[in-house]
């Protein structure tokens, strides 16, 4: 019995570290509900919301195009991954105040997804 719960546990790990580490495919499907505000690509410019081409490493409230809410300009934040993996799933708690219109993402493979979207923009 013991063997047989070890032969699981060592089956797991490659699922478990592949789950964990985000598939830029995947994300990009995922963006598709993000693009109703958000644009990304050569030609984007802020709209409803900000564009996201250089999100990760990029300053909050920085771009030039957009009207961000007095929140955003204050947060100080930089979108690094831990950031953004806590602004995608809750950007209230995150940045009380933001104008962003979205409860957040609770399952962390998509985040994860998403995220390792947002890395090749």
Known sequence: MKRIIQTLLLAAIPFTLAHAAGNPAAGKLLFQRCASCHAVGPY??????????????????????????????????????????????????????????????KDEQQVADLLSYLKTL
Not at 48 to 76: C, F, H, W
Not at 80 to 86: I, V
Request: net charge positive; aromatic share 12%.
């Open 44 to 105: 984007a410019s802020g709209g409803y919301g900000p564009q996201l081409n250089g999100i990760v490493g990029r300053r909050a409230a920085s771009t030039k195009d957009y009207k961000y809410s007095e929140a955003m300009k204050k947060s100080g934040l930089v979108w690094d991954e831990k950031t953004l993996k806590a602004y995608l799933r809750a950007p209230h708690d995150v940045v009380p105040g933001t104008s962003m219109r979205f409860w957040g993402i």
